[in-house]
């Protein structure tokens, strides 16, 4: 797992986001901004990049630009701003869902997530978040922008904690075939993309525009990616997932701060049989080359273990099988 994850998001364990609490703003407002030197940049990276790499090819994102969380009180229709998380720049803590103001009870809210997006593309990611000028683009999204993230690409990605019938995570050691941590530990994810809801047009063609008013459209990608990624990494069949439930959103500084939703997802398979369909290989069965499971046992403990930080109010990095997460 990457050693370099702190959390944009995090909502209550017991108050995880179902699809319908998901909304999203989508505007070009919300696209990265640009200047002259790093376009050319950009340009550069990509032709090296296609260059070496011939196969590689330039597919839309979706752009996370912000999120802002609201509280619903149950009964008659009241929505109060809760918090808008900022993305967090390196070293601070995530904005966290679990702690609304004071008002109704727990039981009497419930929340509701706002995404703001705009579109983005892999090359622009490979020039930005994934160069050697990250950052100092950041550094002059700073200053110009007081937005650190403001000139980088941001790709929304998705990621998925699977527990199989047996109550254990699924882990997959990624393969060196794949450009981001390679040979190391992750849960199965991947992005939402633009291309599924714009048939016909061409990725370099895709813009916010052709986005308006399949804002409803663009939710059910972001949650249907999650466990199509699923079935094509891990090989299991879709129809043995549950609907993904949104845990958080979690920054990679390894990649200047890149965002991905993080989902709970639950598989009617046991775990042997999850081992076993994973070993007949699926689409993207070349992205890993080993199957891992967390087991019930060390869940427990890592569960005890925050549980007491939580309680001691430690606000420091804690080290968990190499991902650093800050806990509040």
Wanted: charged residues 25%; aromatic residues 6%; glycine residues 8%.
């Amino acid at each position: 797992m990457d050693p370099e994850v702190s959390l944009m998001l995090l909502c209550d364990p017991l108050q995880a986001l179902g699809e319908n609490q998901i909304h999203v703003e989508i505007s070009d407002r919300f696209n990265r901004q640009t200047f002259p030197e790093i376009e050319q940049h950009i340009e550069a990276v990509w032709s090296d990049r296609v260059t070496k790499e011939p196969w590689l090819f330039n597919g839309a994102k979706f752009r996370l630009h912000s999120a802002a969380i609201s509280a619903v009180e149950k009964g008659p229709a009241a929505a109060q701003a809760v918090r808008e998380p900022e993305r967090s720049p390196r070293g601070e803590g995530p904005q966290s869902a679990d702690k609304p103001p004071a008002g109704p009870s727990r039981a009497e809210r419930s929340c509701a997530l706002t995404l703001r997006l705009g579109l983005t593309c892999y090359k622009d990611y490979l020039g930005t978040n994934w160069s050697r000028e990250a950052e100092r683009l950041q550094s002059h999204g700073r200053n110009e922008c007081a937005d650190p993230q403001a000139f980088l690409a941001q790709p929304l990605g998705v990621g998925a904690v699977v527990a199989t019938a047996d109550g254990d995570i699924v882990l997959l050691r990624r393969s060196h075939k794949v450009a981001e941590a390679a040979g190391l530990l992750d849960i199965p994810g991947g992005h939402p993309e633009p291309k599924m809801l714009c048939p016909g047009v061409s990725e370099e063609a895709i813009c916010a525009e052709l986005l308006q008013g399949k804002e409803r459209a663009v939710v059910s990608e972001i949650f249907s990616s999650v466990c199509a990624e699923i079935s094509d990494e891990v090989n299991v069949p879709v129809g043995s997932l549950s609907r993904p439930l949104l845990m958080g959103v979690a920054l990679n500084h390894t990649s200047a701060g890149r965002p991905s939703a993080e989902f709970y997802v639950r598989c009617a398979l046991t775990t042997e049989e999850v081992r076993d369909v994973y070993r007949h290989g699926g689409p993207e069965a070349h992205e890993s080359t080993e199957i891992l499971f967390l087991s019930q046992t060390i869940i427990g403990r890592l569960r005890l273990n925050i549980s007491y930080r939580r309680q001691t109010r430690c606000n420091k990095l804690d080290t968990i099988y190499g991902k650093r997460v800050r806990i509040i």
